[in-house]
């Protein structure tokens, strides 16, 4: 059974600019939560999405947005690029996003902002 | 709100030392207690669980049990190997509206010697 899979798995880009981000979560996985994690502020979760809905989301502005997808396949957007946002970013997938329910990781997207 | 604490790290040990990896957390209710572990370059794989007072969870020789009066999930190996060498992350989940939100401690290193 394939993992997540997040691609890119590197990025570069400047200041004011925006990038997407995609995950493809476990086959059957309809819930999605994404995550930043930074040296500084440890793991932070972003938000997360079942059947196309945000369901939750983090203390994070509204820079940071995401979707969902029919086949639950999940994108963030993140844009006017701060030298802060310089994170691994992490997707993670679970059957329905319950609290008993363990969330399975991609190996992430690293972002690095010049 | 949740919080989770993990004891301040880094830890090293000789190979075939005993872990102890202590973690105590902040939540209302009755969250579920996951043990996650990083190695360099990757994503986070899901050690153990516990999702209800004095449950156990282990896999790989490692343990933790869920310790309702004393707020606690510490992780114990007995005997640690130089390939356990990572990053290891207490988490908690809720339920309720808490969809998809796992809440971690900052995260201990542990290196272990030959």
């Known amino acids: 059974k394939a993992g997540v899979t997040q691609t890119p798995r590197y990025l570069i880009k400047t200041r004011g600019q925006q990038v997407t981000l995609s995950c493809s979560p476990i086959?059957?996985?309809?819930?999605v939560s994404w995550y930043q994690q930074t040296p500084g502020q440890g793991l932070q979760f972003l938000f997360e999405?079942?059947?196309?809905?945000?369901?939750n989301k983090g203390n994070f502005p509204g820079r940071f947005s995401g979707r969902q997808f029919s086949n639950s396949r999940s994108e963030m957007n993140v844009s006017t690029l701060e030298l802060g946002d310089s994170a691994l970013y992490l997707c993670a997938s679970s059957l329905s996003g319950a609290s008993n329910q363990p969330q399975h990781f991609g190996d992430g997207t690293r972002l690095s902002i010049l | 709100g949740d919080s989770v604490t993990q004891m301040e790290g880094p830890v090293t040990l000789s190979e075939e030392a005993f872990l102890t990896i202590n973690c105590t957390y902040t939540?209302?209710?009755?969250?579920?207690l996951f043990w996650y572990v990083q190695y360099p370059g990757e994503g986070l794989q899901l050690l153990l669980k516990?999702?209800?007072?004095?449950d156990k969870g282990s896999n790989k020789g490692f343990e933790a049990t869920y310790r309702k009066e004393t707020t606690s999930f510490h992780l114990e190996k007995g005997s640690v190997q130089v390939s356990d060498s990572a990053v290891y992350f207490c988490?908690?989940?809720?339920?309720?509206?808490?969809?998809?939100?796992?809440?971690f401690g900052q995260g201990t290193i542990l290196t272990v010697h030959p």
């Open positions: 988490a908690l989940s809720r339920g309720g509206t808490s969809y998809g939100k796992l809440t």
């Open positions: 939540a209302t209710g009755y969250p579920s």
């Open positions: 086959s059957g996985h309809r819930s």
């Open positions: 516990a999702t209800k007072a004095d």
């Open positions: 999405y079942f059947s196309e809905t945000q369901r």
